[in-house]
């Protein structure tokens, strides 16, 4: 799921660029998903590879699943800025 988004947003910069948008602005809301998202994945791993760390296993789905729902809610976004960008800059 995270890099199906990557590619996403990667083809999006692409198209951007193909038509003149050089910068897009950064969402907050983009950087709590990421935090989110890194400490689901740390947690993911505590979690299988330590017996006495299998408590982190909830706590990493706790944050993994709104994470991602929200990394794609940003990306959605981020598709709108880039139409919005891709307009004004031709």
């Not at 910068?23 to 006495?52: D, H, P």
């Not at 982190?56 to 789905?61: E, K, Q």
Request: glycine residues 10%.
């Amino acid at each position: 799921a995270l890099i199906v988004r990557e590619l996403l947003i990667a083809a999006g910069a692409v198209y951007g660029w193909t038509r003149g948008v050089t910068k897009l602005e950064v969402r907050y809301l983009g950087k709590v998903a990421t935090l989110l998202l890194y400490f689901s994945i740390s947690f993911f791993y505590g979690g299988a590879g330590f017996a006495a760390l299998s408590w982190m296993t909830p706590i990493a789905v706790v944050l993994g699943v709104p994470g991602l729902v929200v990394y794609y809610w940003v990306a959605v976004q981020y598709f709108f800025d880039m139409r919005e960008a891709a307009s004004q800059a031709r």
